[in-house]
């Protein structure tokens, strides 16, 4: 089985300040790990996907996530927010030996105040 | 642009109506898959189809069928509708089988009254 947890319903930040969001998983062998964005009214959209290598992954618009086996976690990351960044995060994960489908977390929303 | 596109974007329709959502997937790509995001339930998968085959389902409920056609794109057919079935419906693409990278539509706004 495999299973994501965003523990923060939303997460508040400062322009200017760095921002982290996290995710753990749960899964039965090797994860393959990906973080999407939605905006209001929009899809979601691909940020970055950790699937081996090393364990800092950087994406689009310069958010990076760190890979954690030891803690079981894949926390989103940027240094420095804008109020751009202000939309809806989605952590999800796929078991390497098991389901072609990955399974989403709940969301968090990234609200930066200016 | 992702280059997914869905129609239509909103549709209202009363309780025990049936709807056909549409899916034209990025040029190219094999795999479609179909999303029910709702705010009580988070995004849900309902069902992947791969070069016009159905390859994995989720949680789809038996009201709910869908297709690939030779041309690639897809429809999911609601029938039955209740009104726990608003929701926005989301229809995603990738290259591959295997979703490592899938590319979204904006979604079709389902509210039944």
């Known amino acids: 089985a495999q299973s994501v947890a965003q523990p923060e319903d939303q997460v508040n930040v400062a322009e200017g300040n760095p921002l982290t969001v996290k995710c753990t998983y749960s899964?039965?062998?090797?994860?393959?790990l990906f973080w999407y964005v939605q905006y209001p009214n929009r899809g979601l959209q691909f940020l970055l996907k950790y699937i081996t290598g090393d364990n800092l992954v950087k994406g689009s618009y310069g958010f990076e996530a760190e890979f954690n086996k030891s803690q079981t976690s894949f926390h989103l990351k940027k240094p420095s927010a804008l109020v751009s960044d202000s939309a809806l995060y989605f952590c999800?994960?796929?078991?390497?030996?098991?389901?072609?489908?990955?399974?989403f977390g709940r969301g968090t929303s990234l609200i930066v105040h200016p | 642009d992702s280059g997914v596109t869905q129609t239509p974007k909103h549709l209202i329709t009363a309780t025990g109506q049936r709807v056909t959502l549409r899916c034209s997937p990025r040029s190219g790509d094999l795999s479609v898959y179909w999303y029910q995001q709702s705010l009580d339930q988070g995004l849900q998968f309902l069902i992947q189809?791969?070069?016009?085959?159905?390859?994995a389902k989720g949680n789809i409920l038996e009201r709910f069928s869908a297709q690939q056609f030779p041309d690639l794109h897809s429809e999911l057919n609601l029938s039955s509708l209740e009104l726990g079935d608003s929701a926005l419906y989301f229809c995603a693409s990738s290259v591959a089988r295997e979703n490592t990278e899938a590319f979204f539509g904006q979604g079709t706004r389902l509210t039944v009254v």
């Open positions: 999800a994960v796929r078991d390497i030996e098991g389901s072609y489908i990955p399974t």
């Open positions: 189809y791969y070069n016009g085959e159905e390859r």
């Open positions: 899964v039965s062998g090797n994860p393959y």
